[in-house]
Structure formats: structure tokens, C-alpha cells
């Protein structure tokens, strides 16, 4: 990679019995938003506190820019952590809180009154030196945690889950901030979560963790149409996830019926599952449809009706759909062959992306 500023190569972390971390590989390049997301207890802390300086790995190199800093301390590397509970001084007004670490480190006055007005320029809290932190709303305290972290100018930024203790509508604003901040400044940005929507919001490469492992690395869009397995479908937005087989390249069959589909590269009658996205889903009358489905429940959300409904051997189906239809009635659904994604059982990342590459090939073309 051309601009690589993190590597991490073979890291593991034990704590005791548990293995928090296992074989974690990855590169991340300068001035990309990166996001681990994966539930809670996945190891996402971990790589960051590694990555920070604030614990060891148990195997394995971290390196920076081309060298290996396992051993140098954290406030030698030009990293810093924003906090998921901010993690503010509560008897220190808002410009020494930002200033707290350069004053440690004996910075002129002058120096620090600089740095500190532009961090605070920076996250649009410009006029708050003097206000009190209990003074602050949420949104406001969350603004000088990421004041304080960016006033050292570090190279990396990590953010520790830092929008989850806001409310819904604040943390869309604050996701919106945090990546035009992260465009302004060019720099690194590792930030974590557990929210979905949040990661496809904001990154511009997704790493998708679970129990200690990266499942699968992407950019959003890809992460989303191209999930590698049925974890990933399922954490990643709302799936239908159905048993199949692949009968040749491009043909699945899903519940006795054969669909022509967008993938290939697997053994002929190989058992698969097969992905359809709700929104993919259109209601179609009986004749024109693919599939039939009685309607269990319907939802009103507004832009959508969300349908749950059942095939003939009982599985289940969510239809995101803009048209009406009636709870107990047959319905048909439709959807197009680049609609179904077929995914392997156990397929490793690496040859899950190697076959994509060989009949993907390199038409990624923008519609
Ligand atoms: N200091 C610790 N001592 C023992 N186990 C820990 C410690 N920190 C984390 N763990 C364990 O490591 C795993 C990963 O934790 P963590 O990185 O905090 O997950 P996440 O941030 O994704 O929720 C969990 O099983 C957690 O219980
Ligand atoms: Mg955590």
C-alpha cells in the first residue's frame, strides 16, 4: 500500500483464557476514515488501546509508518484517543481541558493559547474557553473530548464508540461533523461502534469484527451488497437469508426454483445461502411473481410499508415495499438476478476475494 501509516501483522491479545484478539491483520493508509464495527465484547477496544500505546499485544508487530513501536510508550506515538465516556475534568473550564496536554508538557503560553483557539475553532466551539464543562450540553462535551484529542496534532485519531451516549438526532449531526473534521484535518481516523448505520455513514473502509477476528474489510457499498457470510449479512442492515444450492455459475436455486444470479466460482450443487435485501423486494402480482408469500404483519414507517411474511416451508421474509398490501393475503415478490447474493459456507476472506476479483474482473462501473 502506497501511504500506509498503521500495519498490524499476526496480533493477538490473551487475557487469561479469553482470546480477545486472534490474528488480526490489517493496513490502514494516512488520511482514511476507518471504522471497526462488530457487536460488543468483539475486541474492538483492544485493538485500539494496542494501537494507543495503552496495552501490550500478546503476539504479533504493530508498526508505524514502517516501524515497529511495540515497545514505544504512548505519549511518544503520535496517536490519541477520544474517549467513549469523554472522560473531561469537570473542575477545568473548557480551554483547560483542551489544554491540559500541552501545558504537561511545558508548552509556551502562547504556543497553547494558539493551538487550543484553532482546536476549538475546529470543532465549532469557538467563545466556550471560559463555560464550565457542567455547563455544556452532550453534544457540546463530546466536541471538547475531540478538542483535546486533536490540540496535539496527532497523526491518528482513535474514537472509542464517542457518539453513543448521544441522542438520535444529535448523533447524525455528530457524525456529519466528525467526517467533514476528518476531510479537514487529512489525518487518520479509527473510530468504533456497534452501529451499522453509522459505520456505512461515515467510513471510507469497514472492518467487520467478530470474537476477536476481522471477518470481513470493505468499503461501505461493498460490505452492504457483497456481505462474505451470514454474520456479516445479518449485522450489516436488515437480510433475508435463505438456504440454496448453487446449480452451475449464475444459477441458485432457492426453495425448488432456479434463479439466474450474479455469482460464480463455486462447485456445482454446492449448498449456499443466499441474501435478498428488503428493499430489493418488489409486491408483484401472483402471475408475475418469483416467489409467493402470505403477509404475517404490516408496518407503516413512513417512506415504507415493512412486511413480514412466510413461504410455503415457513421461512420468513421482510419486504420493504411502497406499495400496500393486506396482512393474510398471498402475495407475490420480484427481484432481479443482481438483487440475490450467494455466499459460501466457512469461505475465507481471501478467497472470497479472489473469486469476486475472477468474474468481477474490473468492471466497476458506476451506474
Ligand atoms: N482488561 C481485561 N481483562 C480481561 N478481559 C478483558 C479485558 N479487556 C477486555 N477483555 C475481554 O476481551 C474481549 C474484547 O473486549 P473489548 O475489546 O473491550 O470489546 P469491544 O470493545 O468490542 O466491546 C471481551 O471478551 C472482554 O471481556
Ligand atoms: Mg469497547
Redesign the pocket.
Known amino acids: 500500500m502506497a501511504n500506509t501509516i498503521i500495519k498490524f501483522s499476526g496480533v493477538n491479545?490473551r487475557?487469561?483464557e479469553?482470546m480477545?484478539?486472534k490474528q488480526i491483520d490489517f493496513e490502514l493508509e494516512q488520511g482514511k476514515f476507518y471504522t471497526?464495527l462488530?457487536?460488543?465484547?468483539?475486541?474492538?477496544?483492544?485493538?485500539?488501546?494496542i494501537l494507543a500505546g495503552f496495552?501490550d499485544a500478546s503476539a504479533g508487530t504493530i508498526e508505524f509508518k514502517g516501524k515497529k513501536i511495540n515497545d514505544l510508550p504512548a505519549n511518544k506515538r503520535k496517536v490519541n484517543t477520544v474517549f467513549q465516556d469523554y472522560a473531561l475534568f469537570p473542575h477545568l473550564n473548557v480551554f483547560d481541558n483542551v489544554a491540559f496536554g500541552l501545558a504537561l508538557k511545558k508548552t509556551a503560553k502562547k504556543v497553547i493559547q494558539e493551538k487550543v483557539l484553532e482546536a476549538l475553532r475546529l470543532v465549532q466551539l469557538s467563545g466556550f474557553g471560559d463555560r464550565e464543562i457542567s455547563e455544556l450540553s452532550g453534544g457540546q462535551q463530546q466536541r471538547v473530548a475531540i478538542a483535546r484529542a486533536i490540540v496535539n496534532e496527532p497523526e491518528v485519531l482513535l474514537l472509542?464508540?464517542p457518539l453513543s451516549a448521544l441522542d438520535a438526532k444529535l448523533r447524525t449531526q455528530m457524525q456529519v461533523e466528525l467526517r467533514q473534521l476528518q476531510q479537514r484535518l487529512g489525518i487518520t481516523f479509527v473510530f468504533?461502534t456497534?452501529d451499522q448505520g453509522e459505520a456505512l455513514a461515515m467510513s471510507d473502509e469497514i472492518f467487520v469484527?467478530n470474537d476477536?477476528e476481522i471477518l470481513q474489510q470493505g468499503d461501505p457499498v461493498d460490505i452492504y451488497d457483497e456481505p462474505i457470510n451470514h454474520f456479516v449479512a445479518d449485522f450489516i442492515g436488515e437480510s433475508n437469508i435463505i438456504k440454496g444450492r448453487m446449480i452451475a455459475d449464475y444459477q441458485v436455486e432457492i426453495l425448488g426454483h432456479q434463479f439466474e444470479c450474479a455469482d460464480a466460482g463455486m462447485r456445482p450443487n454446492e449448498p449456499v445461502e443466499v441474501v435478498l435485501r428488503p428493499e430489493d423486494l418488489v409486491l408483484t402480482s401472483l402471475e408475475k411473481s418469483k416467489l409467493t408469500v402470505t403477509v404475517d404483519t404490516q408496518v407503516f414507517r413512513g417512506d415504507i410499508y415493512e412486511i413480514m411474511s412466510h413461504d410455503a416451508v415457513g421461512n420468513e421474509w421482510l419486504i420493504h415495499s411502497v406499495r400496500k398490501s393486506e396482512v393474510g393475503q398471498q402475495v407475490g415478490i420480484y427481484f432481479e438476478p443482481e438483487d440475490i447474493h450467494v455466499m459460501r459456507f466457512g469461505e475465507s476472506e481471501e478467497d472470497f476475494d479472489a473469486r469476486l476479483e475472477s468474474y468481477e474482473g474490473d468492471d466497476d462501473e458506476e451506474v
Do not use: Q, W
Open positions: 491479545k487475557y487469561g479469553t480477545a484478539l471497526l462488530g457487536p460488543s465484547g468483539c475486541g474492538k477496544t483492544t485493538i485500539l488501546r496495552t472509542d464508540e468504533v456497534h469484527m476477536g
